[in-house]
């Protein structure tokens, strides 16, 4: 099979996506029945991948987004058709509807690519795909429909946002995988599609999803972030639902105890994080709390292994990188115990209820303190590895790939 493999530049600062996506494309390189996999992306991306693949069955091509032409182009096109889905609901004309995605594929650049390069599929492992409709198969990887839980996260232009392009996604793709069970759930749920659409594989939790082997060492990590040897660590971007607040309020609970403790967060620093600063400062925590914003992957999992503690007390979660990468590195770590959490953790005494501070207190107090606690938590780290590391993940991908050409 030729695959054609979608990255895109965002992705590169969006944290677990961009692991999740190099994980697949390291897994399916592996495999025997993969010939070819085309990467489509734009420049911004090839430092990156040139970093972390390199094999002769990988071929980059790249599309100029910052071109005027090639942006006037794609704005055309997803007027085009965002345009089709009203249509479908005013006048539900099949041949009308045909014709407008018909005549919008022609202006995509996107389409003469896939065309040129003969691909079997297209595997789109984010949410929303350039092109949809072409003569080839075109399979998004859905990763949550997070407001329709928790609206009062998104502002009124960013639900507009995401209700167009997730109803493109869903209604104009070949198939949707995605990476849990409750996720499909979902899908089938809010957009009514027929579960034969959507497949479960799962992200590949293997020794592919770190993209390094390299790590700093303490003293290079002390002295350029200026931290002290023992630590809370949580790392993801600052958006609502990672749910900071909680963690920022509990480590003022261990303060007020007497506990001293520090807190290291990192990741990107969103819009949101002007509250969470303002909480800080309210709660007289700056010199305790340290937001470290993007660092290299080198310096995150020197972070981890010099940690006392990883919290991830998120509000929803597709699939926690950091949970497994807290696992994998055998750093005791404590979880919600939301959507995909339990599943990767597999044990409830290592996981709280997101909304209870005394729930996080209490845990963060025996994963801190408590040896016993500790040790059974890193035994099983182990054992839930064993159990992931057994899965043939790039099975998974390529079914689905074979399920949908047959």
């Known amino acids: 099979m030729r695959i054609g493999f979608y990255i895109h530049h965002t992705t590169i600062s969006a944290g677990g996506i961009f692991t999740y996506t190099i994980g697949i494309l390291k897994e399916l390189l592996k495999s025997k029945e993969i010939e070819k996999v085309i990467i489509i992306t734009s420049s911004e991306v ?57 005549i919008s594929n022609k202006i995509n650049p996107y389409t003469k690519v896939l065309l040129e390069k003969d691909l079997s599929v297209f595997h789109v492992p984010v949410q929303y795909s350039p092109v949809y ?14 407001e329709y839980h928790y609206p009062e996260f998104f502002s009124v232009t960013q639900k507009i946002h995401r209700r167009i392009n997730n109803q493109l996604a869903i209604l104009y793709s070949d198939h ?30 293997t020794a592919s999803w770190f993209l390094t082997k390299e790590e700093t060492e303490w003293d290079e990590l002390s002295a350029k972030f200026g931290l002290k040897q023992k630590y809370l660590l949580y790392p993801a971007a600052t958006w609502r639902h990672k749910n900071h607040s909680a963690l920022i309020k509990t480590l003022k609970r261990l303060k007020d105890e007497g ?42 999992i020197g972070l981890y292994k010099n940690s006392s503690l990883v919290v991830v007390p998120t509000l929803y979660e597709a699939g926690s990188g950091p949970l497994y990468e807290a696992m994998r590195y055998g750093i005791p770590v404590i979880c919600s115990n939301v959507t995909s959490l339990p599943e990767t953790m597999g044990n409830s005494e290592f ?21 016993e606690f500790r040790k059974r938590n890193v035994q099983n780290s182990r054992d839930r590895m064993n159990v992931l590391e057994k899965n043939n993940y790039a099975e998974c991908f390529i079914n689905t790939y074979k399920k949908l050409l047959s």
């Open 351 to 371: 996981m709280f209820n997101p909304n209870s501070i005394e729930e996080i207190l209490t845990k963060i107090k025996k994963g801190l303190y408590d040896e």
């Open 133 to 146: 409709k072409t003569k080839v198969p075109v399979i998004i990887t859905m990763h949550d429909l997070q």
């Open 259 to 300: 506990i001293e403790i520090d807190l290291v967060c990192t990741g990107n620093k969103t819009a949101h994080f002007k509250t969470i600063q303002s909480l800080i400062d309210d709660l007289d925590l700056s010199k305790v709390v340290h937001f470290l914003g993007i660092v290299s992957e080198a310096d995150l």
């Open 176 to 205: 949707i995988i995605v990476s849990f069970k409750h996720v499909k759930e979902d899908i089938l749920k809010f957009f009514k599609v027929n579960n034969d659409t959507v497949s479960v594989c799962p992200p590949p939790f």
């Open 46 to 102: 090839n430092e990156k991948l040139k970093a972390n693949i390199s094999d002769s069955k990988l071929q980059v091509v790249n599309i100029n987004r910052n071109d005027l032409l090639i942006k006037i182009k794609l704005y055309i096109y997803f007027l085009l058709l965002t345009f089709s889905i009203l249509l479908r609901k005013i006048i539900p004309s099949k041949k009308l509807i045909d014709s407008l995605i018909h």
